[in-house]
Each structure stands twice: as C-alpha cells, then as structure tokens.
Antibody, heavy 115, light 111 residues
Framework: EVQLVESGGGLVKPGGSLRLSCAAS????????MSWVRQTPGKGLEWVCR??????????DCAAPVKGRFTISRDDSKSTLYLQMNSLKTEDTAVYYC??????WGQGTLVTVSS | QSALTQPASVSGSPGQSITISCTGV?????????VSWYQQHPGKAPKLMIY???HRASGVSNRFSGSKSGNTASLTISGLQAEDEADYYC???????????FGGGTRLTVL
C-alpha cells in the first residue's frame, strides 16, 4: 500500500523558512516523479513543484508564484521528498500535500505564515 | 480564480446520475488527454478517481466515468449514493507556468 507522510509544517513569520518532508513507502520511490500541491480555502488546489526521477534527469520545476523561493529535492536512499520554503509570504499559507504521478496523496501538513 | 472552470455545486437524489463539467482552453484540457478527477471528503486528502480523461483509478467504482469533448471534460456519477457526497476537482496538464492546473472544485450534495 502506498503511504506518503508529510511533516514539517507549522507557524512561521513572513520572511521565514520551513522545510517540509514527505516519507514514502509501499512503492519504488526512486522510479517515481513526485510533486507538492497546496490547498487553501480561498484559492483551492494549486500545483507547487515537481521533481522527476533520476533516470529521467531529475528535472525540477516550480510554479511561478514560488519560483526562486521554494526548492524541491529528493533523497532516494531515504525514500523522502523535501520542499525547502524560503522568504515565506502570507499567501503561502496552505495545507501542503505530497503526491505521486500515480495519483497517491499524503494527508497533508499545514503551513501558516503570519506575524 | 482557478484556471479550469467547474460549477460550484451540483446535487442529485440517490440512484440518479449527475455530471460535473470542467472547462479549460486548448493549452490545457483541449490540448492533452491528461485530465484527472479527484474526490475529497471534508478533512481528508484528495483521492484520484479518474486519470487520462476516462481511466478509472484502482478500486474506483464503475459508477464513475470520465469523458472529454473539445475544451471541456466531464465526470459522470451514476447510481448516486450518500457516500458520493464530497468535493470534486478536475485537473489537467498545461503548457502554462503551472505544469498542472486545477478546477475550483464542485460540491456534490446527495439529497
């Protein structure tokens, strides 16, 4: 059974940083393309970043609103996906989900950016 | 404002069929057969129901079906059941700076 468990969310001030983690199990993580998607009550679901597997080049892409501030990475030896979030803004407040291209989602972790 | 347009709400009685539309443009829904549909119950993560326009995800009831015509994709749920009451979101691959776009979601109420 595919399991994705996010952690690292919390309350942070504007301009601060957080690193989210997503521990994966139940599938071959190193073969998978992985993404982060966030959800806010006002804007709904929004794709954040994606990283391909190493055989496909390990390419990383992020949406324009977070480009230059967020970095997606992976550690295949630990079957773990990361999202480093810097220069956080209030509009980054959301539940962040780790997802696979196969359509599995974690339970989400809440990030609140507020002074 | 979401890139893909869905009705805010739909409703139906048990046993009836309903259809939820998802309208995009030629650079997303109309240009690719990569439309997915997700079901989300309150407080839960989205669950993949349909991928690649019309393929049911593993374990999904055959009461759920997907289709596409031009720039509009549709999710049909037949034989409505109380457990189908949830929010439904469509998504599509896109050539915009978002590699994947989502609809604003549709609240399904089973009367």
């Amino acid at each position: 059974e595919v399991q994705l468990v996010e952690s690292g969310g919390g309350l942070v001030k504007p301009g601060g940083s957080l690193r989210l983690s997503c521990a994966a199990s139940g599938f071959t993580f190193s073969d998978s393309w992985m993404s982060w998607v966030r959800q806010t009550p006002g804007k709904g679901l929004e794709w954040v970043c994606r990283i391909k597997n190493e055989p496909d080049g390990g390419t990383r892409d992020c949406a324009a609103p977070v480009k230059g501030r967020f970095t997606i990475s992976r550690d295949d030896s630990k079957s773990t996906l990361y999202l480093q979030m810097n220069s956080l803004k209030t509009e980054d407040t959301a539940v962040y989900y780790c997802t696979t291209t196969g359509g599995s989602w974690g339970q989400g972790t809440l990030v609140t950016v507020s002074s | 404002q979401s890139a893909l347009t869905q009705p805010a709400s739909v409703s139906g009685s048990p046993g009836q069929s309903i259809t939820i539309s998802c309208t995009g443009v030629s650079s997303d829904v109309g240009g690719y057969n990569y439309v997915s549909w997700y079901q989300q119950h309150p407080g839960k993560a989205p669950k993949l129901m349909i991928y690649d326009v019309s393929h049911r995800a593993s374990g999904v009831s055959n009461r759920f079906s997907g289709s596409k015509s031009g720039n509009t994709a549709s999710l049909t749920i037949s034989g409505l059941q109380a457990e189908d009451e949830a929010d439904y979101y469509c998504s599509s691959h896109t050539t915009s700076f978002f590699l994947e776009e989502f609809g604003g979601g549709t609240r399904l109420t089973v009367l």
